[in-house]
Nanobody
């Protein structure tokens, strides 16, 4: 059974930091591309960051570049999102996403991040 379980969300003041974690199981994590997405109230889900399976290459949305860092620990089957200098507009439900080599796609249940001004 595939599971992606996010954690680490919460309420933080503007300028603060949070680290999200996504624990994966039930699929070949090490060979999968992992991403974070977010969805703010009343808005469509948007892509935030991606880390490739090999080489650890990372890419970021312009809105978070320089503030957020995605990383992975293949030994722990976990992907992280370190979020610094948080802004109220970062408030959203953050979702973990996995795309396997066979292009199967999986989603977590999401974790709420609220940034107060």
């Amino acid at each position: 059974q595939v599971r992606l379980v996010e954690s680490g969300g919460g309420l933080v003041e503007s300028g603060g930091s949070l680290r999200l974690s996504c624990a994966a199981s039930g699929f070949a994590f090490g060979s999968s591309t992992m991403s974070w997405y977010r969805q703010a109230p009343g808005k469509e889900r948007e892509w935030v960051a991606t880390i490739r399976s090999t080489g650890g290459n990372t890419i970021y949305a312009d809105s978070v570049k320089g503030r957020f860092t995605i990383s992975r620990d293949n030994a722990k089957n976990t992907v992280y999102l370190q979020m610094n200098s948080l802004k109220p507009e970062d408030t959203a439900v953050y979702y973990c996403n996995a795309v396997t080599r066979s292009y199967s796609t999986y989603w977590g249940q999401g974790t709420q991040v609220t940034v107060s001004s």
